[in-house]
């Protein structure tokens, strides 16, 4: 049972573009959310994170969005560039968890 | 200041055989989790360590075992290994909390786990 599910598994996107990944979740009890960062054979990183009672998060060329009542959460990258190639996990914890919730991943390409 | 380290970065066993794994927190981490990353499931919690003790277990067989050491490093141990069972393991730390780890996790590179 997928409870934070990434619908697209791919994106391709021109540098410079907007880059839009997209996570939705089933647990309403989740009230921390983050997007991880994966190259390969590297682990993931850290990107950004939004707490449940934000709706939008900045941090530079990134900004999280969260959609409490749809479940929805995405992470928008602006302008795009090649380095940010890479596959994007979105994750989520609920109250008084010790374990994040991850999606299956979406993988960005970003086209020079 | 190291990042985790997880030992060995890649291994081959064949079916029915157990394999251990092991993982160095980054200095001051206390909070020790391990994760399994297979293609098209994501990254699957299978359990997390505080100061030795086990706090949470995700939904995998016994077969999945680990356990923390006073220095906050974790093994792992995967008995009877299953074909299923080839995978990317990861480990990740965290700042020392005695509350629920919400926030960021950093990850090691994983062990590459090939069953035969």
């Known amino acids: 049972d997928q409870q934070v599910k990434q619908n697209s598994p791919s994106l391709s996107v021109q540098e410079g573009r907007i880059s839009i990944l997209n996570c939705d979740y089933t647990?309403?009890?989740?009230?921390?959310f983050l997007w991880y960062k994966k190259y390969p054979a590297e682990g993931p990183t850290f990107l950004i994170s939004i707490s449940s009672i934000k709706d939008k998060n900045e941090d530079g060329r990134f900004t999280v969005f969260l959609n409490k009542s749809a479940k929805h959460l995405s992470l928008h990258i602006v302008p795009s560039q090649p380095g940010d190639s890479a596959v994007y996990f979105c994750?989520?914890?609920?109250?008084?968890?010790?374990?994040?919730?991850f999606g299956t991943g979406t993988r960005l390409t970003v086209i020079p | 200041k190291a990042g985790v380290t997880q030992t060995p970065r890649y291994l081959i066993k064949t079916r029915g055989q157990q394999v251990t794994l092991s993982c160095s927190p980054i200095?001051?981490?206390?909070?020790v989790s391990w994760y399994q990353q297979t293609p098209g499931q994501g990254l699957q919690f299978l359990f997390e360590?505080?100061?030795?003790?086990?706090?949470n277990k995700g939904n995998f067989p016994g077969r999945f075992s680990g356990r923390q050491f006073s220095n906050s490093r974790s093994e792992m141990n995967v008995s009877t290994l299953e074909l299923g069972d080839s995978a990317l393991y990861l480990c990740a730390s965290s700042w020392p909390t005695s509350e629920a780890n919400t926030g960021e996790l950093f990850f090691g590179e994983g062990s590459r786990l090939t069953v035969l």
């Open positions: 360590y505080f100061s030795e003790t086990q706090r």
């Open positions: 994750a989520a914890s609920d109250v008084g968890a010790n374990n994040l919730f």
């Open positions: 647990n309403s009890m989740f009230d921390y």
């Open positions: 200095s001051g981490h206390r909070s």
